[in-house]
Protein backbone atom coordinates (compact mmCIF):
# COMPACT_ATOMS: atom_id res chain seq x y z
CA UNK A 1 0.00 0.00 0.00
CA UNK A 2 1.28 3.55 -0.75
CA UNK A 3 1.74 5.86 2.32
CA UNK A 4 -0.96 7.99 3.17
CA UNK A 5 -0.72 11.91 3.48
CA UNK A 6 -3.58 13.19 6.49
CA UNK A 7 -4.12 16.70 7.00
CA UNK A 8 -3.87 17.63 10.72
CA UNK A 9 -6.84 17.88 12.68
CA UNK A 10 -9.20 21.13 11.03
CA UNK A 11 -9.75 21.69 14.77
CA UNK A 12 -6.75 21.12 17.42
CA UNK A 13 -3.69 21.09 14.55
CA UNK A 14 -3.06 17.69 15.87
CA UNK A 15 -1.62 14.78 14.07
CA UNK A 16 -4.42 12.45 12.42
CA UNK A 17 -4.21 8.44 11.92
CA UNK A 18 -6.40 6.54 9.36
CA UNK A 19 -8.23 4.14 11.62
CA UNK A 20 -9.37 0.58 10.06
CA UNK A 21 -12.69 0.00 11.49
CA UNK A 22 -16.09 -1.97 10.55
CA UNK A 23 -19.74 -2.71 11.25
CA UNK A 24 -21.50 -5.83 11.96
CA UNK A 25 -19.08 -8.14 8.85
CA UNK A 26 -18.44 -5.11 7.16
CA UNK A 27 -14.84 -3.42 6.72
CA UNK A 28 -14.00 0.13 6.43
CA UNK A 29 -11.74 3.32 7.11
CA UNK A 30 -12.18 6.55 9.62
CA UNK A 31 -9.74 9.33 9.98
CA UNK A 32 -9.66 9.93 13.71
CA UNK A 33 -8.10 12.92 15.06
CA UNK A 34 -4.99 11.54 17.79
CA UNK A 35 -5.44 14.63 19.82
CA UNK A 36 -8.69 15.55 20.26
CA UNK A 37 -10.76 12.65 18.86
CA UNK A 38 -12.50 14.24 16.06
CA UNK A 39 -13.42 11.76 13.54
CA UNK A 40 -13.86 12.10 9.62
CA UNK A 41 -16.71 9.60 7.65
CA UNK A 42 -16.47 6.44 7.94
CA UNK A 43 -16.30 4.74 4.70
CA UNK A 44 -17.14 1.01 4.56
CA UNK A 45 -16.85 -1.33 1.56
CA UNK A 46 -20.16 -2.47 -0.12
CA UNK A 47 -21.08 -5.23 -2.44
CA UNK A 48 -23.57 -2.39 -4.30
CA UNK A 49 -26.76 -4.13 -2.97
CA UNK A 50 -27.92 -1.57 -1.09
CA UNK A 51 -25.79 1.69 -1.82
CA UNK A 52 -25.96 1.38 -5.67
CA UNK A 53 -22.13 0.98 -6.80
CA UNK A 54 -19.95 -1.69 -5.54
CA UNK A 55 -16.95 -0.20 -2.83
CA UNK A 56 -13.73 -1.93 -2.40
CA UNK A 57 -11.93 -1.76 0.69
CA UNK A 58 -8.87 0.15 -0.91
CA UNK A 59 -11.46 2.37 -2.59
CA UNK A 60 -13.17 2.60 1.01
CA UNK A 61 -9.48 3.77 2.80
CA UNK A 62 -9.03 6.56 -0.41
CA UNK A 63 -12.44 8.07 0.15
CA UNK A 64 -11.83 7.98 3.56
CA UNK A 65 -8.29 10.17 3.35
CA UNK A 66 -10.09 12.26 0.57
CA UNK A 67 -12.88 12.83 2.74
CA UNK A 68 -10.47 14.05 5.81
CA UNK A 69 -7.81 16.26 3.61
CA UNK A 70 -11.33 18.26 2.52
CA UNK A 71 -12.64 19.44 5.31
CA UNK A 72 -12.60 23.09 6.48
CA UNK A 73 -10.39 24.11 8.70
CA UNK A 74 -12.48 25.95 11.31
Known sequence: ???????????CGGMAILRRTGMLCVLGYQAVCA?????????LESTGSLSGEPRTLQQARQEAIAAWNRRCVL
Open 35 to 43: ECGCTGRMV
Open 1 to 11: MKRISLRPCPH
